[in-house]
T-cell receptor, first 117, second 117 residues
Framework: GAVVSQHPSRVICKSGTSVKIECRSLDFQATTMFWYRQFPKQSLMLMATSNEGSKATYEQGVEKDKFLINHASLTLSTLTVTSAHPEDSSFYIC?????????????FGPGTRLLVL | AQKITQTQPGMFVQEKEAVTLDCTYDTSDQSYGLFWYKQPSSGEMIFLIYQGSYDEQNATEGRYSLNFQKARKSANLVISASQLGDSAMYFCAMREREAGNNRKLIWGLGTSLAVNP
């Protein structure tokens, strides 16, 4: 299957700092990438849909100025958590869908665990 | 509204036995896709199997098969010959109707499967 990487896998930061998370599709091109947030023992919550070369589409209730998304190329999308606070601590996971072919399946990165102190 | 329901918060199965994880869905669309993902404790989301609404045969992938009953709107996952490594959270998801390129997944709450030795 297609491979998606995410970096960093784990980050601990002080309150007020910004954290950037990278999502890369390693062996395919992805016009569309998705960013999710997951709290312990809960399902995935879609935060935003990232399209290469255009503005991201945010889900209701997600602050676009808080969670900055940049999809600069067909293989890279970044999520920046600006001025992080303890309530932003969570598991962030991205997924990518192939541009070519049937493109029906979302392949996920391994996730990033963010802890804000 | 489109919705995925997984009624089993937790399931136990003996090693080498088969187990069925339930998933029902609600949609008014004629064209849709159903997915199962596995999430081990490491957090990564692993794609298991896909069923298209127009596929006449049930999808199979190795030890995974999808019992698709369209009239009942159910898409149960069957894992045969359970292994200890199958212990994980399992999520059922449905692809939302096509809206440009941003086809989102609707997620169930998940089922935690524990395989006993």
């Amino acid at each position: 299957g297609a491979v998606v990487s995410q970096h960093p896998s784990r980050v601990i930061c002080k309150s007020g700092t910004s954290v950037k998370i990278e999502c890369r599709s390693l062996d395919f091109q992805a016009t569309t990438m998705f960013w999710y947030r997951q709290f312990p023992k809960q399902s995935l919550m879609l935060m935003a849909t990232s399209n290469e070369g255009s503005k991201a589409t945010y889900e209701q209730g997600v602050e676009k100025d808080k969670f900055l998304i940049n999809h600069a190329s067909l293989t890279l999308s970044t999520l920046t958590v600006t001025s992080a606070h303890p309530e932003d601590s969570s598991f962030y996971i991205c997924s990518a869908r192939e541009t070519s072919g049937r493109g029906k399946t979302q392949y996920f990165g391994p996730g990033t665990r963010l802890l804000v102190l | 509204a489109q919705k995925i329901t997984q009624t089993q918060p937790g399931m136990f199965v003996q090693e080498k036995e088969a187990v069925t994880l339930d998933c029902t869905y609600d949609t008014s669309d004629q064209s849709y896709g159903l997915f199962w993902y596995k999430q081990p404790s490491s957090g990564e989301m692993i794609f298991l199997i896909y069923q298209g609404s127009y596929d006449e045969q049930n999808a199979t992938e190795g030890r995974y098969s999808l019992n698709f009953q369209k009239a009942r709107k159910s898409a149960n996952l069957v894992i045969s010959a359970s292994q200890l490594g199958d212990s994980a959270m399992y999520f059922c998801a449905m692809r939302e109707r096509e809206a440009g390129n941003n086809r989102k997944l609707i997620w169930g709450l998940g089922t935690s499967l524990a395989v006993n030795p």
